[in-house]
């Protein structure tokens, strides 16, 4: 099992808002910043979100983060087709002394 | 531009060693990491471990501790992972990525994955 959890599915319509959650605890989330990666289906991991809340260039504004104690969220607004991908969430691990990912949402656009 | 180019799809069978390379361009070489990820087929992204090109510290995943082992190349620009004792849950892709370790770890480029697959 992951130790960060993800709900495994999400899902929306065109334009809606759906938000994706990432439970952790003191020794990770707690303590460090939050990265998210959005994957295509058949392509390489892309960065999505860095420290909690920072965007790429190229990435839209419609997606935002935030993190507060051991949780953090991804959030999409305006919902769009091309944004069925999986997300994953990632962080360091004192504790571990390790990265460690959430085991990916699978978001579908209905 | 910032590329990591791996090395191509291995086959190998159960107890073998699998060498991948990731070729890096477009940066200072030896002024960031490399560090390995993988992903099963169907499954989530698991951390492997990273390599700091500047000086070789290694840090590896516990689990993987003893039959991983990461090297760089700074004459070529590559960094090699080889995993030794491989059975069928090693199968998977297997990416490079170039860690930011500021305020966080997290990896801003991707190599392109190399497909290996563990079967008799």
């Known amino acids: 099992q992951s130790v960060l959890t993800q709900p495994p599915s999400a899902s929306g319509t065109p334009g809606q808002r759906v938000t994706i959650s990432c439970s952790g605890s003191?020794?990770?989330?707690?303590?460090?910043?939050v990265h998210w990666y959005q994957q295509l289906p058949g392509t390489t991991p892309k960065l999505l979100l860095s420290?909690?809340?920072q965007r790429p260039s190229g990435v839209p504004d419609r997606f935002s983060g935030s993190r507060s104690g051991s949780s953090a969220s991804l959030a999409i607004s305006g919902l769009q087709s091309e944004d069925e991908a999986d997300y994953y969430c990632?962080?360091?691990?004192?504790?571990?002394?390790?990265?460690?990912f959430g085991g990916g949402t699978k978001l579908t656009v209905l | 531009q910032v590329q990591l180019v791996q090395s191509g799809t291995e086959v190998k069978e159960p107890g073998a060693s699998v060498k991948v390379s990731c070729k890096a361009s477009?940066?200072?070489?030896?002024?960031?990491?490399i560090s390995w990820v993988r992903q099963a087929p169907g499954q989530g992204l698991e951390w492997m471990g990273w390599?700091?090109?500047?000086?070789?510290?290694?840090q590896y995943e516990q689990k993987l501790q003893g039959r991983v082992t990461m090297t760089k190349d700074t004459s070529t620009n590559t960094a090699y992972m080889e995993l030794r004792s491989l059975t069928s849950d090693d199968t998977g892709v297997y990416y490079c990525?170039?860690?930011?370790?500021?305020?966080?770890?997290?990896?801003?480029?991707w190599g392109q994955g190399t497909l290996v697959t563990v079967s008799s």
């Open positions: 990525a170039r860690p930011i370790v500021t305020r966080g770890f997290y990896f801003d480029y």
């Open positions: 477009g940066y200072t070489f030896t002024s960031f990491g």
């Open positions: 390599i700091n090109i500047y000086n070789g510290n290694t």
């Open positions: 003191s020794s990770n989330i707690g303590s460090s910043t």
């Open positions: 420290r909690d809340n």
């Open positions: 990632a962080a360091w691990d004192d504790s571990r002394n390790a990265l460690v």
